[in-house]
């Protein structure tokens, strides 16, 4: 059974879950890229993650996102980088802590601005990429931006990898946290993502998809080495960019009310 409050969730783990967040990463749009999909992956998922235009994305792109996301009563995040535009920020880069505090907080804040000015609220902040990763491994990076987000807003949520240093500093600062795993990813360890740098790191097959979803809700995940590991998410996430990516959400939502499980945001 899954009790969901701001102290986050316990899982039986011999019990299937019944309720799960289903985000997407959104407001992207890559280089030769003629169209954004947002809108039509919208009516499936529970909450978006928004880039913040230092990936990528576009002030235009960025408003229908969001207010594609309110018309659909999707809860929208934040999704920070590093300034990176040219390798889509999926590199690690070695910027100056200070920096990129300054670099996140003007992030975060156009973000949580512009859906304020929508009549909404900023529900949640998520990491993007190397960003993301290198706060699952560091936890002083990760202690870092947990203070940061305490001087945004206390109350808001970050997802984090599930079982990772993010998770350890929200816990340690006293920010809410949503546990994370990957529905089109392949994991490395229980709490790291294969690198997109090698072979089989992002799953394109639905059958594989689908395969890795209900090990989640069976809190399980098969690594790239074909062991099985514990693991317990809250959230559940695709990316836009994924080859498919609106036939893959209409799937796994459908996937997933098939299975009597409950798509809803954690707020």
Known sequence: MVFLDFSNVYLNPHSQMNTIDLNCDMGELKSGQLKNYDAEIMPYISSCNVACGFHSGRPEIIEQTIRAALRHGVEVGAHPSYNDREHFGRQSMDTPINILMAELRYQINAIKGMVESMGGKLNHIKPHGALYNDMAADRSLSDRFVALVKEIDPGIKVFALAHSHLVEACKAGGIKW???????????KVNQLRSR?????VLHDPAD?????DGFLENRVVL??????????????????????????????????????????LI
Do not use: M, P, W
């Open 224 to 265: 790239h080495d074909g062991s099985s590991e514990e693991i317990t998410i809250q959230s559940l996430c695709l990316h836009s960019d994924t080859q498919g990516a609106v036939a893959l959400s209409k799937i796994i939502h459908e996937h997933l009310k098939a299975n009597a499980v409950n798509i809803t945001a």
């Open 178 to 188: 949503v546990s994370e795993g990957f529905a089109d990813r392949r994991y490395q």
């Open 209 to 213: 998809v689908l395969r890795q979803i």
């Open 197 to 201: 740098q090698l072979e089989g790191s």
